[in-house]
């Protein structure tokens, strides 16, 4: 039972132009969510977080939107540069306590120069 | 600061083998844990630990086990491996005060 799902396994861009990554989720007791970025051979690294309260972040290029109501989430890229070629995460965190992140499986980013 | 590091890189074991995976984070974070990730799949948790002496049991525990003698230190081991643990497996660290998780760069493990 897959609590977080990135239907979409890979995307292609062209350089400059917006990447919108999407992300669902069916628990609804998660309450803040996370985007993680990998590179081949490296380990996941941390790209930009949204609590439940809000309903956007943004940092720099980097904008998480967030839609309670939909169960949906979704990482904005602009502009997309070929440096953002990675499998981009969404993982979710319900509470405090555990700390524990449930991910989804991943989609791959092409940034096409 | 290294951050997190994962020793080993790479492991091919036979299956019926025994062996450690060493996780150090120089943080000083009180949270670590072991991931496990799958081809076309998340990382799913394995185990985790919230402080030094404490772990417990996540998604995928069976077959592995793991121990938290040194704040620093987190360990995974595998007693009898078996051709389902072939993965890539991330050990994260992260603190009391924030959410953000900080992986390692992976180990390989290979049962054949």
């Known amino acids: 039972d897959q609590q977080v799902k990135q239907n979409s396994p890979s995307l292609s861009v062209q350089e400059g132009r917006i990447s919108i990554l999407n992300c669902d989720y069916t628990?609804?007791?998660?309450?803040?969510f996370l985007w993680y970025k990998k590179y081949p051979a490296e380990g996941p690294t941390f790209l930009i977080s949204?609590?439940?309260?809000?309903d956007k972040n943004e940092d720099g290029r980097f904008t998480v939107f967030l839609n309670k109501s939909a169960k949906h989430l979704s990482l904005h890229i602009v502009p997309s540069q070929p440096g953002d070629s990675a499998v981009y995460f969404c993982?979710?965190?319900?509470?405090?306590?555990?700390?524990?992140?449930?991910f989804g499986s991943g989609t791959r980013l092409q940034v096409q120069p | 600061n290294a951050g997190v590091t994962q020793t080993p890189k790479f492991r091919v074991l036979k299956t019926g083998q025994s062996m450690t995976l060493l996780c150090a984070q120089d943080?000083?974070?009180?949270?670590m844990y072991w991931y496990r990730q799958d081809p076309g799949m998340g990382l799913r948790l394995i185990h985790y630990?919230?402080?030094?002496?404490?772990?417990a049991k996540g998604e995928v525990p069976d077959g592995y086990n793991v121990s938290r003698l040194k704040k620093q230190n987190f360990l995974l081991g595998l007693e009898s491996a078996a051709p389902s643990q072939t993965s890539v497996y991330f050990c994260?660290?992260?603190?009391?005060?924030?959410?953000?998780?900080?992986f390692g760069p992976g180990t390989r493990l290979t049962v054949t």
């Open positions: 994260a660290s992260s603190s009391t005060l924030a959410y953000e998780q900080y």
């Open positions: 628990n609804s007791m998660f309450d803040y």
């Open positions: 949204i609590s439940s309260i809000k």
């Open positions: 993982a979710a965190l319900k509470g405090t306590g555990r700390r524990a992140l449930t």
């Open positions: 943080m000083n974070h009180e949270y």
């Open positions: 630990s919230v402080g030094e002496g404490t772990t």
